[in-house]
């Protein structure tokens, strides 16, 4: 069982990315599934939050309003949308999906905002 992260890269600032997380070996129905995010130097921090029946979201403040988190069970994908992205976003950015019984990361995407 794994999760797989794509759709990081480097982009200016005010652009936009949207990060996929693919699940396999598992379904995520029953999870609960996050994005988290490291910047160098600093610990890894909670980014978003969507529930297994995705009908409940929650954010950092610092991306609250710009960041989107989405899920589709039936592909077992779950998307963060990231808009007006600023240098402070630049981080590896993890996905991590947790029920009652198990927790699985992935191995992280790269995202890079610079001019």
């Known amino acids: 069982a794994q999760l797989v992260e794509s759709g990081g890269g480097l982009v200016q600032p005010g652009e936009s990315l949207r990060l996929s997380c693919v699940a396999s070996?598992?379904?995520?129905?029953?999870?609960?599934m996050k994005w988290f995010r490291q910047a160098p130097g600093k610990e890894r921090e909670s980014v978003a939050l969507i529930t297994s029946g995705g009908g409940g979201t929650d954010y950092a403040d610092s991306v609250r309003g710009r960041f989107t988190i989405s899920r589709d069970n039936d592909r077992d994908t779950v998307y963060l949308q990231m808009n007006s992205l600023k240098p402070e976003d630049t981080a590896v950015y993890y996905c991590?999906?947790?029920?009652?019984?198990?927790?699985?990361w992935g191995q992280g995407t790269q995202v890079t905002v610079a001019s």
């Open positions: 991590y999906a947790q029920n009652g019984w198990n927790n699985y």
């Open positions: 070996g598992f379904s995520i129905h029953t999870y609960n």
